[in-house]
């Protein structure tokens, strides 16, 4: 059984920095496409960033890119989002995802959410401005 875990969110202030963790169990973590996704009231989920086999392939949202950076750590069946430069429009429930087989590019999962198998319980960033 896949599962995942995030953790990490809090309470920061605007230009503050986070990083989330996602811990995954029950898949080939070397073989898999994990990404974050984020859902702010009001607003559909969102793809943040994604990545694929390890880190041979990343994908950032245009409004986060050079802001955060994804990337994993296979001892440890974990992928983190460090989260920096922090903005109020960066609040959202943050969300771990995955796949049990790869068939798109890591692009396409990031742009898709519906076509995430299986999702953690999201843990909440608030940046205060």
């Known amino acids: 059984e896949v599962q995942l875990v995030e953790s990490g969110g809090g309470l920061v202030q605007a230009g503050g920095s986070l990083r989330l963790s996602c811990a995954a169990s029950g898949l080939a973590f070397n073989d898999s496409a994990i990404g974050w996704f984020r859902q702010a009231p009001g607003k559909e989920r969102e793809g943040v960033s994604c990545i694929k086999n390890g880190g041979t392939s990343t994908y950032y949202a245009g409004s986060v890119r050079d802001r955060f950076t994804i990337s994993s750590d296979n001892s440890k069946n974990t992928v983190y989002l460090q989260m920096n430069s922090l903005k109020p429009e960066d609040t959202a429930v943050y969300y771990c995802?995955?796949?049990?087989?790869?068939?798109?590019?890591?692009?396409?999962?990031?742009?898709?959410?519906?076509?995430?198998?299986?999702w953690g319980k999201g843990t909440l960033v608030t940046v205060s401005s």
């Open positions: 995802a995955t796949v049990d087989h790869i068939y798109y590019s890591t692009n396409y999962y990031c742009r898709n959410p519906n076509a995430m198998k299986f």
